[in-house]
């Protein structure tokens, strides 16, 4: 049976032609594998710099993983982010939450609201993922709705969320993005996009 959408939902959904969903902690419980992935490049560093690493990481989860560790080697590291280190450090972040995240469970309620929205909704993924990983992921994750579009880095979210408005015929006023995080609410900022927060509990 398919699923239905209660009043207050339903009646958000009639004045919308299109909504803007993150990945990693809204479609999917994955950002905290992907803190564990990012904190275990940095093993041999003291606990306080490990600490900071990890509170800038959930800051900052919309970003793409480059612009994250080089901030991080030049900041916290106090190294200059060399291009190389960079790309070793990001191909060691895929191979630690690639198969994780690609099997993890799904946001309460995500797949459900996914299958309940009306066909004329268009639905688009906007990540800090790299475009190309974040497509596999959700094939490999076969998950049932078809997007109209997934975008990832190395653009910028609110630069990809600016372009599907554009490409599309979207008026912002008629759209929603739904984040997790301070880079989702500047994306949609950004775009004259409301929001709608996703925060775990206790948060």
């Not at 710099?49 to 560790?69: C, D, H, M, P, W």
């Not at 190389?84 to 995240?101: H, T």
């Not at 799904?106 to 459900?112: F, L, S």
């Amino acid at each position: 049976m398919p699923a239905t959408l209660a009043f207050p939902a339903r009646k958000l959904i009639d004045n919308l032609d299109a909504i803007f969903f993150d990945f990693d902690g809204v479609l999917v419980d994955s950002v905290d594998i992907k803190a564990r992935a990012f904190l275990s490049l940095f093993e041999a560093e003291p606990e306080p710099v490990r600490e900071n690493i990890l509170a800038y990481f959930y800051a900052f989860t919309g970003r793409s993983r480059q612009e994250k560790l080089a901030f991080v080697l030049e900041n916290f590291l106090e190294r200059s982010a060399d291009k190389q280190e960079i790309g070793r450090l990001a191909d060691e972040f895929r191979q630690a939450s690639f198969r994780a995240v690609a099997a993890c469970a799904d946001i309460t309620g995500a797949i459900e609201l996914l299958d309940a929205l009306p066909s004329r909704v268009k639905t688009f993924v906007v990540s800090g993922t790299p475009q190309s990983e974040l497509i596999e992921i959700i094939a490999a994750r076969k998950m049932p709705h078809e997007f109209s579009e997934v975008k990832g880095t190395p653009r910028l979210k609110e630069h990809n969320i600016a372009d599907i408005l554009k490409q599309h015929g979207l008026a912002a006023e008629r759209c929603v993005m739904i984040g997790d995080g301070r880079v989702d609410q500047q994306a949609a900022a950004y775009n004259h996009v409301p929001l709608i927060g996703v925060v775990p509990e206790g948060k």
